[in-house]
């Protein structure tokens, strides 16, 4: 890896962050044109509708249902859809197929509000869900009362509290991100480290970015995340500082724009690299089972550690090009081990994979995407595999 407190050149006219094979650092924001890739959060896909429209006419076998699956319950803030669906399912990534037992009268699966009561109809071996009570041994589908609310005030796919931090700061970023990020280069009266409110110049800051009042984070690099299975580099843990703010647009033949220190989460100094501020997107996927057949690894536990457990947030060496998207839900299992059976003279015996958890995927890129440990019985491991759920 090149020294990062080298002096970056700047080219006139190029964005400094334009040619990144894809920036793991602004949540919502893609690598080749800038589009949230998070828009369609609020959508329902054409599979998971169709699978709702299923069980919509059917209802599903109660013996899917969780073993104390309550008759009703009631919506309460802090609520989450992996949460609710846990109480009802036995398998808490079937939601689609929970909304689906009454599409008609939860229609979107995203706009499910504190207040509202969801009711378990139960007849015949079949399961149905509704917001309204079963009436007469028939269930109706019909219009129902149901809290009002803009879509902020509907409830969350999984805690927020747990992913905050990793949805707007810098993660992980690639090689050409880290050659071509804008970089303090200087700061005034010969300090040594940046504090709050103290001013530094930067270089690599360009139009159309470059605007008076815009926000930019902080970082450093601070270690390689490597494909456990090929060993290739995929990029290198990015280590949040703080935030800044462009007080003065760039000036002069080397374009040096002058920033103020807005957040020290750590100390700054030259050298510091600097990535827009990216835009705070609610996290309103539908925790879900992937539509396609996933195979991947644990690349890395978030922090640089090489054990971790429920309620962490992991690293996985695949993204959307494997198919993975927000709200797919993984399962964690470990490599059989190679035990000698002493029945049979010791021979070698291959052990099955011990499943031992699950991950909610929450941010998701071309090769690598980013899912938070929801329950585990075993301590996850780099390397571990993450698969589709059975």
């Not at 139960?122 to 009570?133: E, F, I, K, M, Y």
């Not at 049979?344 to 998701?364: I, K, M, S």
Request: with cysteine.
């Amino acid at each position: 890896m090149r020294d990062l407190t080298k002096e970056h050149q700047a080219v006139p006219g190029r964005r400094p962050h334009a040619f990144a094979r894809w920036i793991l650092c602004a949540a919502g924001i893609t690598a080749a044109t800038g589009a949230p890739v998070h828009a369609a959060d609020l959508a329902v896909t054409p599979a998971q509708r169709a699978r709702a429209g299923v069980t919509a006419q059917q209802g599903i076998p109660a013996t899917d249902l969780a073993t104390d699956a309550p008759s009703q319950y009631v919506v309460r803030g802090g609520d989450t859809l992996w949460g609710i669906s846990g109480r009802f399912l036995r398998q808490p990534w079937r939601w689609p197929e929970l909304w689906g037992m009454n599409q008609q009268q939860i229609r979107n699966p995203h706009l499910i509000y504190p207040g509202q009561v969801l009711y378990l109809i139960q007849r015949d071996g079949r399961a149905w869900l509704s917001t309204a009570p079963d009436a007469g041994g028939t269930v109706r589908l019909t219009p129902a009362v149901r809290s009002e609310g803009g879509p902020g005030g509907a409830i969350a796919s999984i805690s927020a509290k747990d992913i905050e931090p990793f949805l707007i700061r810098p993660l992980v970023v690639d090689q050409g991100t880290l050659e071509t990020s804008a970089r303090i280069v200087a700061l005034p009266e010969s300090r040594v480290y940046l504090a709050m409110g103290d001013s530094a110049y930067v270089r690599g800051i360009a139009p159309p970015d470059a605007v008076v009042g815009s926000d930019w984070q902080a970082f450093k690099p601070v270690r390689p995340v490597k494909d456990p299975v090929s060993g290739r580099v995929l990029g290198y843990e990015a280590e949040y500082q703080g935030n800044v703010r462009v007080s003065r647009p760039p000036e002069g033949f080397d374009a040096v724009t002058t920033v103020k220190v807005t957040q020290a989460h750590q100390e700054m100094a030259a050298g510091t690299l600097l990535l827009p501020q990216p835009a705070r997107e609610p996290v309103r996927y539908v925790p879900r089972a992937p539509d396609v057949a996933i195979d991947g690894r644990i690349a890395a536990v978030y922090g640089g550690v090489q054990f971790g457990g429920a309620k962490q947030v992991v690293v996985l060496n695949i993204g959307t090009a494997a198919g993975l998207e927000p709200g797919h839900v993984l399962a964690l299992s470990r490599a059989g081990q190679v035990v000698p059976d002493r029945t049979d003279g010791n021979r070698a015996v291959l052990l099955p994979d011990e499943r031992y958890g699950l991950a909610f995927v929450f941010r998701v890129f071309p090769g690598v995407a980013y899912a938070l440990v929801t329950d585990a019985s075993n301590a996850i491991e780099v390397g571990d595999r993450v698969t589709s759920p059975r």
